[in-house]
Structures are given as C-alpha cells and as structure tokens.
C-alpha cells in the first residue's frame, strides 16, 4: 500500500538544529519529497532525493534516506524563526506520477 | 516566468452549488495536477491530465472531474457540493517529456484556491 507517517509536531530551539522524521511503506518510491508550507500559503518545495541515494545536502538542509528501513529524515542547521512551517514527506513512483503526502510536521521555533 | 497559477484565490459556495477551479501550468510544463488539501491535512491526489485526458485518478467521488485545454491549462469542477468539500486545492504542474513517462523536473505547485462550503 501507500501510506507516509510522520510525526505531527516538532519544538526546536531557535539556532538549534531540528530533524523531521517520515517513513514510508512504498518500496517502489523513486523520488522522495521534503515540502515546506507556511500558514496561509501553497506548497514550496524544499528539497527531494532519489531512492538510490543515501544523503543529499543543500545549505541548511540535509536528507537522509534509509531505503532498507523506508526511513527518510530532513535535518535543518541553525533553525532560525522563519522555519516554523509545516513540512510534508512526501513520495512517488516517477517524477510526474501522483506526489503521496504525509499528514505534516508542524515546526515550532522557541526563543 | 511565471509558475503556476491558479484562479480564484478564495471562492465561498453553498452545498448543492456547482464550482469551477481554474490553473495555469508553468511555462513549458504540459501534465497538471489537483490535490484537495482539508484543514490539517497533507494534500490528497484527486487526478492528473495530460494530452487533454485524465491519465491517473485517485480515490474521489465522480463529482469530481476536469479538463484539459490544448494549451495545456487545467479546469477542476465539483458538483454538488458538500461541506465537505471545504479545502485548499492544489494544482500542480509537470513536464512529462516523451522519454517513456519520465519528466525531467519536478512538479510545482500553485499557492491554491481556498474553497469554503457554507
């Protein structure tokens, strides 16, 4: 089947680093997804990595993919209070095939 | 160059009215999306046009249904609607190519239209 989990909230102290979990149950998923949304707004595309990929570093952002255990993670460094967002993992079986979403992780920013 | 756009922005109907969504791809993009998006929920794919025929579907009633113009913009309507119905919608935009299905960027998303069901 096609199902994502994630943990619904997340509270971060603002300069610390905050680490998202998902798993996902489809081995079939090519791509795998990290979307940013902001209250009030649309989906913004964080980041994505390839099944047949380990890790994947972009700045502040780094994935990490266990294709064993379906297991992705999002790590942002020196969270900062223009994170607190919602983050949606998120698979699919090619690029323009239907996007399967989790539930969301709200991402709380302490002071 | 213009992402995708999506109209209108926010839209208020009664149950039993019929309502139209509109979305424009982004530029060079030819296969679209739509995913309802409930209060506290992940985005949840309805279907995906493409060459103007719905090519996937997913698990929504047939009061749901769209189309695709030649010039590759996208049209959602739902009839009879309930409360229910109540959500942002999503519309999403890819480049499938002609390499076996394969596109060769991800797809983007419009900020949505913000349908409420009174």
């Known amino acids: 089947g096609e199902d994502v989990e994630q943990s619904l909230f997340l509270s971060v102290r603002e300069g610390d680093s905050s680490v998202i979990n998902c798993t996902y149950t489809?081995?079939?998923?090519?791509?795998l997804y990290w979307y940013k949304q902001e209250p009030g707004a649309g989906l913004q595309l964080l980041t994505y990595i390839f099944s047949n990929m380990d890790m994947k570093q972009d700045q502040r952002l780094t994935v990490l993919l266990n294709k064993k255990d379906k297991h992705l993670s999002l790590r942002i460094a020196d969270t900062q209070t223009g994170d607190s967002a919602i983050y949606f993992c998120a698979e699919s079986k090619r690029r323009d095939d239907k996007i399967i979403f989790g539930k969301g992780t709200r991402l709380h920013i302490l002071p | 160059d213009a992402g995708v756009t999506q109209s209108p922005t926010h839209l208020i109907k009664t149950r039993g009215q019929q309502v139209t969504l509109r979305c424009s791809p982004k530029?060079?993009?030819?296969?679209v999306s739509w995913y309802q998006q409930a209060l506290g929920q992940g985005p949840q794919f309805i279907f995906q046009y493409y060459e103007e025929e719905e090519r996937q579907r997913g698990n929504f009633p047939d009061r749901f249904s769209g189309h695709q113009f030649p010039n590759y913009s996208s049209e959602l309507n739902v009839n009879a609607l309930l409360l229910g119905d109540s959500a942002l919608y999503l519309c999403a935009s890819s480049h499938r190519g002609t390499e076996k299905g394969y596109s060769n960027q991800p797809q983007h998303f419009g900020d949505g239209t913000r349908l409420s069901i009174l």
């Open positions: 489809d081995s079939s998923s090519t791509y």
């Open positions: 530029s060079g993009h030819d296969t």
